[in-house]
């Protein structure tokens, strides 16, 4: 049974998140969106993991849900970023970590308390380098789950520009023997990522790493699973094994830090420059200063091989952002939300709808014929660049 999944959100007590996060909303939301799994998010903090404890049940090995919302699992979950020296630079990188009950997030409480304050805040920093991480957790129990969070953002990406790894074993050094998988965020897709042929051993899952519960944010990147029963083990060897029917991804032109550029406000007549890395252009043309290096010119250093041996994604745009885009306003418009609320009402969740559900009763012309065309893939983006982002374009 295929089953979308969002490992990887955050709680209210995580640096930049809404304070008003609750399982409740969690799940509520998650049903909506058609998220069948969540990650709980920031599960060795002591008052999120207190929360977790008081609501959720557990229905079968390692999978709980809140009788409110029986439809919605959920998967014990954290992010830490791991902070170390190496080669004489501090570096800062990011992992998600999956655990198969509440005993041995409490024993890793216990462990990893030694290496930073786990209260502080929902993504804790850990002082230890990924290596002796991923020993200390594997020391545990083998069925932890660590896995590379968005690896190519610029700050805490393992291969982001700032991380400046070439290799997953410089960076974990032997502990790359226990990764299994990694998660391409949103300014990367597997197209990018199977350029590479280190990472032809591992999986590829793509999550929302939402701060809010809002539906242009939670369950905005996923991943399909096809579990015939679920529970922590089964999802666990879909991980290990690389049986993953497919990622629903942004495009990452769409991103932030895609193309090389500088953005507008840099320069005196107000306009943008960017540019393909291609180009092999360092020097903005306007300012004679450097341009800001995007994620792209980061895997083409990286990319080995022309052929990618497996590729099974599909492009999404959050529907309430699409919404917004074509019907102008914001995301947080009653007008918007409401018509988000009756396509929800007509088709069961969002992801039916990008899978092909179309009772579009009631709904605008131009948005049915936008969301078609974002179904078709026929759109693309103005690129984003030096903190821009990138401009949705529909294809005639
Ligand atoms: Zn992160
Ligand atoms: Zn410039």
Known sequence: MYKICDLHIHSKFSGGASKNIDIFKIAYNCNIKGIQLVGTGDCIHPLWLNELKCNLIETSSGIFYTPKVPDVNF????????????????????????????????????????????????????????????????????????????????????????????????????????????????????????????????????????????????????????????????????????????TYEFKPSQGKYYYDGHRAERHIDKKDYFCSPKLNIDICPFCRKKLTKGVLARVQELSDQKNPFKLNFQYIIPLLHLISIVLGGSEYDRANISIYQKLISQNGSEYAIWEGKSNFNGIPEDLKEAICKIRKGKFWFIPGHDAVYGKLQFED
């Open 75 to 246: 998967i014990l979950q954290t992010e830490v970023e791991a902070i170390w020296k190496n080669n004489s630079k501090i570096r800062k990188v990011h992992f998600i970590i999956l655990f198969p009950n509440f005993e041995k997030v409490e024993e890793s409480i216990e462990l990893l308390s030694q290496f930073g304050n786990l209260a502080k805040e929902g993504r804790p920093k850990i002082y230890n380098s990924p290596e002796k991480l991923i020993f200390s957790l594997k020391s545990i129990d083998m069925d932890i789950e660590i896995i590379p969070a968005h690896i190519f953002t610029p700050y805490f990406g393992l291969f982001g520009d700032m991380s400046h790894f070439n290799t997953m074993e410089d960076a974990l050094g032997t502990g790359i023997n226990y990764i299994n998988s990694i998660e391409t965020g949103l300014s990367a897709d597997p197209l990018m990522i199977r350029g590479i042929s280190e990472f032809n051993k591992v999986s590829i899952i793509s999550n929302s790493d939402s701060h809010s519960t809002n539906f242009h944010r939670l369950g905005r990147e996923a991943t399909m699973f096809d579990l015939n029963k679920l529970n922590y083990l089964n999802l666990i060897d879909s991980i290990r094994k690389n049986k993953i029917i497919k």
